[in-house]
């Protein structure tokens, strides 16, 4: 499996942004999103089934994220809103089968390269 992430760049507080991950391979999996941001560990950002009809969010985005796939392109999509400076990060997708581990790094055994979120006050 090899996945492919975009959509990072540079925006304001409070501004939008809409993540893509694109995966080849085997895909039917569950999908996840994580974020690094310098000095700190990885953590969970969000997460999707593979039916897309269960969703997982951290505390510090839900209500201003929504995760998303369209199995048919083997695309997960994490679209921000409202983004705060605290949210800049390098995103990570990952995928695999973590079932009730769907915060856990270690649940995943396939990430994408990561792409950039910057967000200036």
């Known amino acids: 499996v090899q996945l492919q992430a975009s959509g990072g760049g540079l925006v304001q507080a409070g501004d939008s942004l809409r993540l893509s991950c694109a995966a080849s391979?085997?895909?039917?999996?569950?999908m996840g999103w994580f974020r690094q941001a310098p000095g700190k560990e990885r953590e969970f950002v969000a997460s999707i089934s593979r039916s897309g009809g269960s969703t997982y969010y951290a505390d510090s985005v839900k209500g201003r994220s929504t995760i998303s796939r369209d199995n048919a392109k083997n695309t997960v999509y994490l679209q921000m809103n409202s983004l705060k400076p605290e949210d800049a990060a390098l995103y990570y997708c990952?995928?695999?089968?973590?079932?009730?581990?769907?915060?856990?790094?270690?649940?995943?055994?396939?990430w994408g390269q990561g792409t950039l979120v910057t967000v200036s006050s």
């Open positions: 391979g085997r895909t039917l999996y569950a």
């Open positions: 990952a995928v695999g089968y973590p079932g009730d581990r769907y915060s856990y790094t270690g649940a995943y055994p396939y």
